[in-house]
């Protein structure tokens, strides 16, 4: 009893000093209290690192594009890649937060950021498979590609500061409809990189970073999810059954009838549950605190029960 008493405060301890320890890494850093919870960092933090540990490239939030030769492909056939996401975008795909089911990208729309997704953590959607065939083709023959989503930015369009929860992937960024100019960038811990047509880049999203668009031109980029590179094949195999996990559970779509996953599902509900308490707050303020005191009340109930 002594003995499993020290271990959970020695795993508490651990955990706690992971929490910190992705706090402040980095130059760029979120007010602790205020952003551990928000950004799910904190419930990530022992996982990332132990990735972190096992990481086969630098701890630096650029990488050298030439560590990822697989990418290459991409690259070359950026033009091929562009013609679909102009089709795709001339035919309204390209779209935003109509259905409110992007749950980790949620705070991006309200700037106007728009997607379509093409593989999320799995086999590309079949909607990808319909509208861009070449685009889906190259990806299939880059495994280590885990998602890929077209992105759009329009003009004045601004990502606020945040960072990814996950460090089990890198982020991928391919120019295909850019300004080609300085005041369209993303600022990954404090250091900028500006887009351009045909060109690419690697970085680590779990460093915290911005984008924005100061420009009167949209930008589309091709945005993916790459395996971070491990050492030892039981930690490669680890992280990409993690991934996986996660994947399903958070899987995406772009029409009706493709797969959702359940934090996609939850969020749904919870956002709609969201509009009518603030719709009855508005219309009937005695009526939202008794409904909100009769939750609390059952939350409590269930806790003691």
Known sequence: MHIHVELKYVLVALFLASVVFIHFRGQVRHSFFRRQLTDHSAFFAPYNVLA????????????????????????????TIREEVLRLVD????CGVERREDAGFSSFFKKG???????????????ASTFCPRTVELLRGIPSVR???FALLPPGGRLSAHRDPFAGS??????????NSDACRIVVDGQSYSWRDGEDVVFDATYVHQAENDTDTTRIILFCDIERPLHTPI??????????VLGRATAVRNL??????????VYVVAYHAGEFAKRLKNANRTAYQLLKLALNATVIYLLVK
């Open 52 to 79: 972190y540990l096992f990481s086969a490239v630098p701890m630096r939030p650029f990488l050298e594009r030439e560590c990822f030769p697989q990418l290459a492909p991409l690259r070359t056939n950026w033009r």
């Open 91 to 94: 035919q309204g795909h390209v």
């Open 113 to 127: 950021w728009k997607r379509f997704h093409l593989k999320w953590y799995g086999q590309p959607l079949p909607s």
């Open 147 to 149: 998602a890929a989503t």
């Open 170 to 179: 890198l982020r991928y960024h391919l120019g295909l409809v850019t300004p």
């Open 235 to 244: 930690m490669r195999g680890v992280n990409q059954a993690v991934g996986s």
């Open 256 to 265: 009706e009838g493709e797969p959702l996953g359940v934090v996609n599902r």
